[in-house]
């Protein structure tokens, strides 16, 4: 499927984006890279530094002179443009064209363009395209950097495409009521055995941390730490008293 997947960038400026975009790239697992008429360099030294360890994808990038040459061969195309054109009516975000693009996948090789940094794709470009994604943003500054808009599209394929292998959620079990009420016993003889304040004064400071350790919401193994803590302390205030 992701194999499939391929980053089209039409005439790239900047060196430094290019192996920004790489980056993207692979950190999203999409290791298919076109490069239509680029200014940018792939061989620069701010595409190698920037690219990091993803030097690879620029090397093995494939590289056109028309953007017809580039797309022959595709049978699904997606265009991005963060504004709005005046031929077509229909918008996906990244996420919401994620599943019929990685669906389309699994048997076709599939395209998705990215337009230059300074003006993005042409209404012409946007022709050959099937669908159109357009990325929301703060309308005090709409436009995206292309490796940013690379690594919302990445982010989102590479989620979907491993949805059954990550959790949504943390994986996290609150230590239950029963459990932070033995600690909150505990707690309140060891308050109680060093005399802390008045004795009135000292449950209503036990109330403020009792309240304050169930908006944290420990798990169990907090809970057992700071049990094991009281505990310590309680064997060598009575080691001292003996």
């Not at 443009?81 to 064209?97: D, E, L, M, P």
């Amino acid at each position: 499927m992701l194999k499939n997947i391929h980053i089209i960038l039409v005439e790239p400026i900047y060196d430094g984006n290019l192996g920004s975009i790489a980056r993207a790239m692979k950190n999203s697992g999409l290791t298919k890279l076109i490069l239509v008429k680029p200014e940018a360099d792939i061989k620069g030294s701010m595409a190698r530094k920037m690219s990091v360890s993803a030097y690879d994808i620029l090397k093995n990038a494939e590289i056109y002179d028309s953007l017809d040459k580039a797309l022959s061969d595709f049978e699904y195309l997606v265009g991005t443009t963060n504004r709005k054109r005046a031929a077509s009516n229909r918008y996906f975000t990244a996420k919401g064209i994620t599943e019929n693009l990685l669906s389309l996948s699994k048997k076709n090789k599939i395209g998705i363009m990215f337009g230059r940094e300074d003006s993005g794709l042409t209404n012409d470009e946007l022709s050959y395209v099937n669908d159109i994604v357009n990325i929301p943003t703060s309308s005090r500054l709409t436009s995206l950097n292309i490796s940013q808009a690379v690594m919302i599209m990445g982010y989102e394929i590479y989620q979907y495409h491993n949805k059954n292998g990550f959790s949504q959620i943390p994986d996290y079990v609150p230590a239950s009521v029963e459990r932070k009420e033995y600690l909150f016993k505990r707690g309140r003889k060891l308050l109680d055995l060093i005399n802390f304040s008045g004795k009135h004064k000292r449950e209503e400071i036990f109330q403020t941390l009792k309240y304050l350790l169930n908006r944290a919401v420990p798990s169990k193994r907090e809970v057992d730490i700071i049990q094991g803590i009281i505990k310590e302390v309680n064997n060598r205030i009575s080691e001292d008293g003996d």
